[in-house]
């Protein structure tokens, strides 16, 4: 039971808050999470969480449950990786997304992973982590830079996967509200992710919005879903690469996106790297996360 499924699922979930996000970290769906959950739920006769701004929330029994689980759950599990940890090079490829949602890698990624024998481990984080971070705790980085520089280390081997126009999300109903898209930019929240903090994306944005303002806000979230559900209640607009609109999981006759908001377009580069040491086991899942003819399998991701 401490190695099960559910109690693997229940443990994603509690950390990152989110169903969206615990579900491309276990490349599982939503609706495969939620019912799992469920099961869980009614094995322990106790309702674990409830809905929080977006999110979950663990309810008082939840609390109790996760905080007497947690460490006879790492006290096995650690047991159980000690007799496996040879093994582990060779079956998991753990893939780090910073800065941007990319909803095109978690499916292409989903993809790969029906066709190989690697099971694939997705988290996400703040913009730089791939520049502290060694090949000992992720082997694929996918991360995005200001054109035309990207900063990486040295002992990284860097694979170029498409260049990004950023504009604006927003709701019909808020950017009819304006004359103009000045106006927008002046009255309203710019709602980001939390894990763009440092991206010099935000500098680049930030010299743009200054032609138009002296002054703006941020609203910073935990996670995508989060900023499409603050979107969707006209808290304010968000900066999203042109090329992802398509895979939003939202209904888009309610929405607008504005291409080119200032004079310039807002360009960025997507970069996938790794440890040249690990070139020839990665360099085929490199490159299928960079072919436009992978075959995507599109799941709802709300």
């Known amino acids: 039971m401490i190695l099960s499924k559910r109690i693997v699922y229940f443990l994603t979930l509690v950390e990152s808050e989110c169903y969206v ?3 491309d970290k276990l490349c599982i769906t939503v609706s495969a999470l939620r019912h799992s959950m469920s099961e869980l739920e009614k094995l322990v006769d106790e309702k674990l969480l409830k809905k929080n701004c977006g999110g979950i929330k663990l309810t008082e029994a939840g609390f109790a449950f996760y905080t007497k689980l947690l460490p006879v759950y790492e006290l096995a599990y650690n047991t159980f990786e000690t007799y496996k940890q040879k093994d582990i090079a060779s079956e998991s490829i753990r893939i780090f997304i910073s800065g941007f949602y990319y909803p095109d890698i978690f499916f292409k990624a989903r993809s790969i992973m029906k066709k190989s024998l690697f099971n694939l481990y997705i988290s996400q984080g703040q913009a730089d982590t791939h520049k502290n971070c060694t090949g000992s705790q992720f082997d694929l980085y996918i991360y995005s830079s200001v054109s035309p520089y990207a900063d990486f280390q040295r002992n990284m081997y860097q694979i170029f996967l498409s ?3 950023l504009g604006i999300l927003v709701t019909k109903k808020m950017k009819h509200k304006y004359a103009d898209i000045s106006e927008l930019i002046r009255s309203e929240k710019i709602i980001l992710r939390n894990s763009l903090r440092e991206h010099p994306f935000i500098d680049m944005l ?5 032609e ?30 042109a090329s992802m609109i398509t ?9 607008e996106f504005i291409l080119q908001p200032f004079k310039k377009d807002m360009i960025i580069d997507r970069y996938i790297c790794f440890d040249k040491k690990n070139f020839e086991q990665l360099i085929k899942i490199a490159t299928s996360l ?4 992978e075959i995507v399998e599109r799941e709802t991701c709300m």
């Open 21 to 23: 996000v615990a579900s």
């Open 163 to 165: 260049q990004e126009k």
């Open 206 to 210: 930030k010299k743009n919005i200054s």
């Open 212 to 241: 138009l303002t002296i002054a703006w806000d941020f609203l910073w979230l935990p996670d995508f879903t989060d900023v499409l559900n603050a979107i969707q209640d006209n808290m304010g607009f968000t900066f999203f690469p």
């Open 247 to 255: 895979y939003l999981p939202i209904k888009m006759e309610e929405y």
């Open 290 to 293: 960079k072919s436009e003819s």
